[in-house]
């Protein structure tokens, strides 16, 4: 087995994050016959999770313990906080000789850079300050059940150019997928992600713009997530006035393709960037969506210990 981490799309090819993508559809299959191979039996984790978390805590527990891991949880008051307590390069070591990967969700992405540079085992980003992976292929995924396809397909993400943006962006544009995004004046995706797409020769994929309907016409499928991240809880109020008018509604969803499917990575909080109706309309979609979060981890997990 070669040591891979994973901490950003960014580091895997198109074919790999497509072969990552086939072994998540195939595992949801097995599971749901109950078929499942205990591929990672007597195998551990680290679950170190500096921030609040129910669907990804959850689906990595729920996946670990049915391929037959155990999951250790850790919180920030566990650990003493990450960086805090000792080292990075020391709990990293500490763990090398515990655990056989690290499942970690940080407020300092570098916190994971620093881990990658000691750990002898897998290192997983179970959301960052800067991405979150692991939900954008669970999206992937999710688009791919309801549209039954990727490739052509027309994204709108409408809101905060943050980390689940990010992430989201890389994995359109890695399977061909166009996303336009939406955000107000100062809040647009990272420049470290437009640098990227162009050295790829990807820059075609993405487009960040500032109107709302304009990102929304014809779309496909339209996301959104919350305006105010964890961390950015100080900024809230400012940010409830910069975000007001980029709200996922009925109104705003009239530009978009008939049938078009509504996506949020939850939780939500209704009545600022989505509406409850909305949310209830494509309740389908936003729980499949929520769900698919275990079928990817499970699917990444087999892959990283294949
Ligand atoms: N979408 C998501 O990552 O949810 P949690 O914060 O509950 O894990
Ligand atoms: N952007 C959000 C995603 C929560 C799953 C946050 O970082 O809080």
Redesign the pocket.
């Known amino acids: 087995m070669t040591l891979r981490h994973f901490l950003e799309l960014r580091e895997y090819t198109a074919a790999e994050l497509a072969d990552m993508l086939k072994l998540s559809a195939e595992l949801k299959i097995a599971a749901r016959g109950n078929t499942l191979t205990r591929s990672l039996e007597g195998k551990t984790a680290a679950m170190l999770f500096e ?1 609040p ?1 129910s ?2 805590r959850v689906s990595f527990q729920v996946a670990l313990a049915q391929l037959g891991a155990t999951a250790i949880y850790l919180r920030q008051e566990d650990i003493g906080g990450l960086g805090n307590r000792e080292p990075i390069k020391d709990l990293t070591r500490v763990l090398n000789g515990y655990v056989d990967v690290v499942i970690a969700r940080v407020f300092k992405h570098a916190g994971l850079i620093e881990m990658t540079q000691y750990a002898v085992m897998p290192v997983v980003n179970a ?1 960052s ?1 800067k991405t ?1 992976p692991c ?1 954008a292929m669970a999206d992937v995924l999710t688009i791919q059940e309801h549209c039954g396809r990727l490739e052509g397909l027309t994204v709108a993400y409408i809101g ?1 150019g ?3 943006a990010v992430s989201l962006a890389v994995a359109c544009s890695r399977f061909g997928m166009k996303l336009r995004m939406a955000s107000p004046p100062g809040y647009e995706a990272p420049a470290f992600l437009f640098d990227w797409l162009v050295q790829e020769g990807l820059g075609d994929f993405v487009a960040q713009m500032h109107d709302p309907r304009a990102a929304v016409e014809k779309a496909d499928v339209v996301y959104t ?2 305006w ?5 809880e100080a900024e809230k109020q400012q940010r409830l006035e910069v975000f007001s008018g980029y709200q996922v509604n009925a109104e705003l969803l009239t530009a978009a393709k008939p049938g078009v499917k509504v996506m949020h ?3 939500a909080y209704r009545g600022l960037e989505i509406t409850d109706d909305v949310i209830e309309a494509n309740a389908k979609v936003i729980f499949d969506q929520a769900e698919n979060r275990l079928h990817f981890q499970r699917g990444l997990l087999a892959y990283l210990f294949r």
């Open positions: 921030k978390s669907r990804t959301l300050d979150h939900q905060d943050n980390n689940v997530d919350t105010v991240s964890m961390g950015q990575c939850l939780p």
